[in-house]
């Protein structure tokens, strides 16, 4: 095992993390705000390619919200908990006052019927409804309603439709089907109760901002994101 890399991993929280955070952020913006202007023309395969960014950056709004829940961020402790409010928000306002209990509920009960992210069925429509179904609540579709009814009225409707909502269920099944699913369905000998991506960092990234490295999250939850890759070399 590499010594120097552990050492490395679990130090204060890198102040390159408000950085990366905020350019997740400016991304998904810009982005949102160029697809919102593109002509809709469903022979154009930029539109296509457009969603799937669009869907790719919703899922990094997700997972800088989840690295403030596990405090890597920022080491202050209100800009921290800011940026994970903010990034919640921007995907379809979602709470990060629910997130955060659930999340570590997820951490200290896995797989057990303390663990909200988890469904005993092993079935991947039940199982995608239920994590789902944690996290929605009036409260979101209210706002989602209002926020949709004022941006029509500068944008239109099938940009709106495309690059605002489409992706953002999109990035729920990114998420669940890599983030969740995957890793914790059947059976897993080890404490952690959870499976991982073979080695392949750019796959790793990709699909799940390397969240499918998902035995070395549990193992190393003070790794942010962008450093889980080296992980790998840890846990091999």
């Known amino acids: 095992m590499n010594i120097t890399l552990k050492r490395q991993l679990s130090s204060s929280v890198d102040p390159k993390g408000v950085i990366i955070a905020f350019s997740i952020i400016a991304l998904w913006t810009t982005s949102l705000l160029l697809l919102l202007h593109l002509q809709v023309d469903y022979s154009n395969p930029f539109l296509y390619l457009g969603i799937l960014v669009q869907m790719h950056l919703y899922t990094g709004l997700f997972i800088t919200a989840h690295d403030a829940m596990h405090g890597v961020v920022s080491g202050n402790k209100k800009l921290n908990y800011f940026i994970g409010w903010f990034s919640a928000m921007l995907f379809s306002f979602n709470f990060y006052w629910k997130l955060f209990p659930n999340h570590h509920k997820h951490h200290n009960h896995v797989a057990t019927d303390g663990d909200p992210d988890f469904h005993s069925s092993g079935k991947f429509l039940p199982w995608y409804l239920s994590f789902i179904l944690n996290y929605l609540n009036i409260w979101q579709f209210l706002l989602m309603a209002v926020t949709f009814n004022l941006l029509k009225l500068v ?73 889980l890759w080296k992980t790998k070399n840890l846990s091999n």
Do not use: D
């Open 155 to 227: 944008f239109p409707v099938p940009n709106l439709v495309l690059f605002w909502m489409l992706p953002a269920i999109l990035s729920t099944l990114q998420l669940f089907y890599f983030g969740t699913y995957l890793p914790h369905k059947g059976m897993h000998s080890n404490k952690h109760h959870s499976g991982t991506l073979k080695k392949n960092h750019l796959w790793a990234f990709l699909s799940c901002y390397f969240f499918g490295y998902h035995f070395e999250h549990h193992e190393f939850p003070y790794a942010p994101w962008w450093r």
